[in-house]
């Protein structure tokens, strides 16, 4: 590790599981009234 660097220490450095690129936004940024909203009981 780099010194200076934060990082989770659940996730490993090099996961073998990736982002599905499939669900990855088009945008460069968020617009919040496209974001989701979800309760749990």
Do not use: F
């Amino acid at each position: 590790m780099w010194r200076g660097t934060l990082r989770s220490a659940s996730v490993p450095t090099n996961p073998d599981w990736g982002m599905r690129r499939e669900m990855m936004s088009r945008r460069y940024t968020t617009r919040l009234d496209q974001l989701w909203s979800v309760a749990c009981k």
